[in-house]
């Protein structure tokens, strides 16, 4: 089996609780199960890698260097992939579709009159986040990710949900962090 990571595998609590209380604890413990398992491959991006190192105040945490001894860390060679242009019209109709919704959201935060500028913009910027990039494609580590997985082929465990969809439409199997887990722990 060849299983490609997403950093929310192990930074997202839905995700990692799985697999131990934090971040450090879910990468070790991760570790230890994939070290026992000969047959299978691991890959992380580097993109995800430096996602996943950005979540540590040492980047040379050496939880992390038992990660990278334990995956391999891998781009896809994307001058390779072809992709059907039915994806691009979805994506750009999406992003349309997005851009008018955070625009009408922008609209009714100004509506409202707040008292206080600062915690009407601060408010904007999250409700902004979560109706743009919720549920999207919304990073090249997200692409890079994606097109890894297609190009293996492997399958990819990740708790974004854009890039959950986006898989779908490229048919790449999914696994969730608990259904990885127990994978590894029949072998």
Do not use: C
């Not at 038992?66 to 999406?94: D, G």
């Not at 851009?99 to 409700?127: F, M, N, T, V």
């Amino acid at each position: 089996m060849k299983v490609v990571l997403d950093t929310s595998f192990f930074t997202n609590p839905d995700s990692y609780k799985y697999w131990g209380q934090g971040v450090s604890e879910a990468i070790v413990n991760f570790v230890d199960l994939a070290n026992q398992q000969k047959e299978d491959a691991f890959y992380l991006t580097p993109s995800a890698l430096e996602e996943l190192k950005s979540f540590f105040d040492d980047q040379s945490h050496p939880v992390l260097s038992l990660l990278e001894a334990s995956v391999s860390v891998r781009s896809p060679f994307i001058e390779k992939i072809t992709i059907p242009a039915s994806f691009f019209y979805q994506l750009v109709l999406e992003i349309r579709q997005r851009s008018y919704k955070g625009l009408r959201l922008a609209e009714a935060i100004l509506r409202q009159q707040p008292e206080d500028i600062d915690s009407a913009i601060r408010r904007l910027r999250k409700q902004y986040r979560t109706a743009l990039r919720g549920g999207f494609l919304d990073s090249q580590t997200d692409l890079d990710l994606l097109f890894l997985a297609y190009q293996l082929p492997a399958s990819l465990v990740t708790a974004d949900e854009g890039l959950k969809s986006w898989a779908k439409k490229f048919g790449i199997p999914q696994l969730s962090s608990a259904g990885l887990k127990k994978r590894l722990e029949k072998k």
